[in-house]
DNA sequence: GCAATAGTGTCTGTAAGACAGTATATT
DNA sequence: AATATACTGTCTTACAGACACTATTGC
């Protein structure tokens, strides 16, 4: 059963998280065959990269091409897939978008955890061609996944909030202006945890990788918040080297 | 070629740190036909976990079995084993213990990378069957390695360096008994940098993973220092949910 | 003027870091 | 007494966190 276009034995699984509007989501999909939700994942091709396998099964399912994937840890225990739910034979072909797949859905796997962070409104949900159903699942209500799911969302979360505290974020997440109160609230959605409004705004300042514009939104009844934009060369110097802790 | 015992285009390598008397060393072997040095690693069994393996092949060249694992990252490049100076065929027999393996060294690997830490002065290095050499080397005398083992040793340290940030090391590094200037020279070698007796001393006795003892150890024509143990309540906590940072 | 949102400065406490003098043991 | 090591407390500074009032806009 050895198809030599895919590594056996070998897979990636994608958490894809989804910002919009202070909600975080994250992208679960349903075989044709199988009642339970699960994490988009994939297989990788004898001469591409776990990145790009990676990136491929992202950009299957979201349309969205430049994602930037984190890898976070590899699962490989040999009972991680042994899981009484999945209906063998019938499954596994539609676990791949071109219907190919090296081994039944229960045979060992070790996979490659990734997680990336998307703008869930510019998502355009793609099923791929045998799925039952993909969507987005607020993290307080993810129902119980196939295999070791669950566990694989707990640990991208946990490593998520730890890139957070010393990586910038939010370009792919918010307009190329946005408010004070826009970024604040991003983070106060990834990290689940209120913050200070002027501690905020002093520390995001001090650190440099957003600046103050001279415009203001109009925000109808309201008073105008003033827009602010990314420092380009802040913002990739601290992608590349960190920022001591902000939040 | 495929020998069913293992598990094909997947391997670990092992990044075994040892300190001994301010010193950390990483181990290091070179194969048979090949006169490069490279990371100790192996392939992982149809029926046991990667950390399983990990262990297995970590226990086989230092005969020390309870270490402690940790996983930092996963390398998966097609080209990643792609090394002009591997000997192909000769090779690939002696990578593991029991002379088998299951595709010649240059094919696709993805490899899971793992660290851990030991105690050199208590390791017997035990070279594989196989094994032109085997021994110890200083972090900054790291010979050119094949493949990318040179990046995975580079990705090891960072990522041991966080570690030591957040949780406690030492117990299987000192002695049950130990003074205040061993565990700081400790830090100070892992972490490569000096710091300050006073402040030094402060800190840790406040993070309560260590208690000073009553008894003090002679040390001939000085001063005695005085003893400290580990406070196995607290260190157990602090290995399970991190201490904040520490150093 | 009311309601809703945005904007900003100061104070306090804690913790980190710099720093030097005293104590002990041996010869 | 000389040497080598160990022990410890205070001061300063920076940063985090708590906190409240004013400003703008539309109705």
Redesign the interface.
């Known amino acids: 059963m ?1 198809v030599p276009n895919y ?4 897979s990636v699984d994608n958490v894809i998280f989804g910002y919009h509007n202070k909600q975080l989501k994250v992208l679960l999909m349903k075989l044709n065959n199988n009642n339970y939700w699960m994490l988009p994942g994939g297989f ?1 091709k ?6 790009t396998a990676a990136k491929r099964v992202a950009q299957e399912r979201t349309g969205l091409s430049e994602l930037y994937l984190n ?1 976070f ?2 699962y ?3 009972h991680r897939t042994k899981d009484a739910r999945i209906v063998k034979l019938e499954a596994y072909s539609s676990y791949t978008f071109d219907h190919q797949a090296p081994e039944t859905l229960d045979s ?1 796997f ?1 996979s ?1 955890g990734f997680y990336t962070l998307t703008e869930f409104s510019k998502v355009a949900i793609n099923k791929g061609p045998l799925d039952q159903d993909c969507n987005w699942f607020a993290l307080d209500e993810i129902p119980e996944l196939l295999y070791d799911h669950n566990q694989l969302i707990v640990d991208a979360v946990k490593s998520l909030r730890l890139h957070v505290d010393h990586y910038p974020i939010g370009k792919k997440l918010l307009e190329k202006k946005f408010t004070m109160p826009e970024i604040q609230a991003l983070y106060e959605t990834i990290l689940d945890r209120t913050m200070d409004r002027r501690n905020f705004s002093k520390k995001i300042m001090k650190s440099g990788i957003i600046t103050k514009l001279e415009e203001q939104r109009n925000i109808g009844a309201h008073r105008a918040p003033y827009l602010y934009a990314f420092n380009e060369e802040k913002y990739n110097e601290a992608l590349k080297n960190g920022i001591a802790s902000i939040f």
């Open positions: 050895n590594l056996s034995h070998l990788v004898e001469d591409e990269s776990i990145l890898q840890k590899t490989g225990d040999p060992y070790v490659v």
